[in-house]
């Protein structure tokens, strides 16, 4: 299969890599601010490069307030059988077939852990494409991490506010409790050793154990322990549970916006 990146940004990077481990397929993109090319990747700076040549796949990786502009030039460039895939986060089906009329639409929602082939990314397909578009896409995507299909494009845009754009939120999380570590009087070393090694621990333990985090939460917790007196002020008020609740609200209202 001949796919052609329309941008190849830091995600866009980063899936690229695992799919070349995955697939013998061939892979071009097109970037005017790419400095570096991907090994075994064509790398164009200009669509007038590739001159008359087809693509069986367009991979839309460039920012969504780039589309409209970018996106119209290459209607010339897939085969008749082709299809678009886009990891543009919000940019509805209905505005991609704009740009590019007559093919069918993947919108994919990626997350970063893609990059070391941990990621998580939701799926949604138009109507018109094809199971072959769709195996094709899934394809891609469980070499990067865990594919999930929707079946409503508004669940896509919910994923981007959980999914995609929650390692951010995990992050943050790991930034702030690192800090209060330090605050307890741990160097820097000692207070990422110990708060990445307990959150990838739990983290593994609730997936090993299939166990709801209620529960491990619970056996954990001793009436008048140091845990229970630590949750009490972590969300004794409910206010991180509102608190997250307004992150993902937040997050899903953007992706509305960038439709």
């Not at 940004?9 to 070349?20: E, H, I």
């Not at 886009?86 to 505005?95: E, L, P, T, Y």
């Not at 990621?119 to 899934?138: C, F, I, N, P, R």
């Amino acid at each position: 299969m001949k796919t052609l990146l329309v941008g190849c940004g830091k995600m866009g990077g980063a899936l690229l890599t695992q799919w070349m481990r995955a697939t013998e397929d061939e892979y071009t993109i097109v970037d005017p601010f790419l400095d570096q090319p991907v090994d075994g990747a064509r790398l164009f700076k200009d669509i007038n490069a590739l001159g008359a040549e087809k693509f069986d796949l367009l991979i839309v990786a460039i920012k969504p307030q780039m589309i409209d502009e970018i996106l119209p030039a290459y209607k010339d460039v897939l085969a008749d059988t082709g299809a678009v895939a886009s990891i543009a986060a919000g940019c509805s089906v209905a505005r991609l077939q704009s740009a590019l009329p007559g093919y069918p639409v993947i919108r994919i929602m990626p997350n970063l852990p893609s990059a070391i082939g941990a990621g998580v990314a939701g799926l949604y397909a138009s109507g018109d494409a094809k199971d072959e578009h769709k195996s094709a896409v899934e394809t891609l995507m469980k070499s990067a991490g865990t594919a999930v299909w929707v079946d409503d494009e508004d669940q896509i845009d919910r994923v981007t506010a959980v999914a995609g754009s929650g390692p951010g939120y995990v992050f943050e999380l790991a930034r702030a409790y690192i800090e209060a570590a330090k605050d307890l009087g741990f160097s820097e070393d000692q207070a990422t050793d110990l708060v990445l090694g307990t959150l990838d621990g739990s983290i593994r333990m609730i997936l090993q154990t299939g166990d709801k985090p209620e529960n491990l939460r619970n056996s954990v917790t001793s009436k008048n322990g140091t845990t229970e007196a630590g949750l009490k002020a972590l969300n004794g008020d409910g206010k991180l549970s509102d608190l997250l609740k307004a992150t993902t609200e937040a997050a899903y209202k953007r992706a509305i916006e960038l439709r």
